[in-house]
DNA sequence: TAGATTGTTAATCGATTAACAATC
DNA sequence: TAGATTGTTAATCGATTAACAATC
């Protein structure tokens, strides 16, 4: 990536440069956060309170980035009531009711692989638009609903694949 | 993605295809195997038993792909010796002596993101040369090693990005 | 031969980069 | 003016795709 790139990227936001000066930092700081949708609050619904579930409720980078856990779910009854870095744990009986109350609009999926598609659709239902999948399941969910999947599988193989050329 | 580009792209293996006729379906993908190098085993040591990396070892993925958790290490002695998965938790003194006595290739930084820049050099003394970050840090690894970030906070921003352009 | 499908060439497309005019 | 740096145009580069020859 060379100046030129950097340049031409920039131009299409109307960045706040002068030429022969230079970018106003902070403004265009400003600007990309901006642009990027970063400046608002996002409150976030988990479901599956495994360690996966909770590793992620509990994550400092989260609430850093403006992040909010506002409710975790889990079907086992032991875990119901618990807290986890400050959120009580839900039934998963609840989400759509308090997935809506919470007003939550990113939904992380951390379940087992078979319950995945079934939470999906329950967040679907409980208008959340936008969910992350930890669990190894490719979802299906209707047009205008953004999935993106963390496949843990995948990444650990693209370090294999580096391995196998490195040898070779 | 279109038939033109997976054959230009197959053309570059030599691939088991005959003109007229199709591909060798059972051929083809065990040369996609190989060629991605995932037809080998591989050890995998991880480094922090908390929530994540406990979540990490027991992920039913990883054993179906191939991979083995051979280590997982800890500083907490409440965790030392518990067993987690089928892995006893060691103790993260010693984590260039069993890194290497259990062969391990890949390594992975489930730690706090303070610990992850020690462990990564501590896993590179090992003879690793494969990492895999869950640290929400940035490693300096000499050349020759490989890493890469799962980066939560960067999942989480592109699907609020997509709800921001969403909203406009 | 007609129909099907691969492998490869050439055309197209889009992204990157070099160059430079427009400024301060 | 000389030096610096942005914004933009045009050239370059590389990737994708259309087209078709080579087969079975």
Redesign the pocket.
């Given at each position: 990536?060379?100046?030129?790139?950097?340049?031409?990227?920039?131009?299409?936001l109307?960045?706040?440069?002068?030429?022969?000066?230079?970018?106003n930092v902070a403004a265009l700081r400003e600007l990309l956060r901006r642009e990027l949708g970063l400046t608002r609050k996002y409150r976030v619904a988990i479901a599956g309170a495994g360690n996966m579930g909770t590793a992620l409720t509990v994550y400092p980078g989260f609430v850093e980035s403006g992040f909010e856990i506002v409710a975790v779910f889990d079907t086992d009854e032991q875990k119901i009531g618990m807290d986890i870095g400050g959120v009580k744990v839900a039934s998963l009986d609840s989400l759509e009711q308090l997935s809506r109350a919470s007003r939550a609009t990113i939904g992380i999926i951390a379940t087992p692989a078979e319950a995945a598609q079934a939470v999906a659709d329950r967040f679907v239902a409980a208008g959340i638009r936008s969910i992350l999948n930890f669990a190894p399941a490719v979802l299906e969910v209707r047009e205008g609903v953004k999935v993106r999947r963390v496949d843990l599988t995948s990444e650990l193989q693209i370090l294999a694949y580096h391995l196998a050329v490195e040898r070779d």
């Open positions: 990536m060379n100046s030129a790139q950097v340049r031409k990227d920039l131009s299409y109307d960045p706040p440069g002068v030429r022969g000066v230079g970018y």
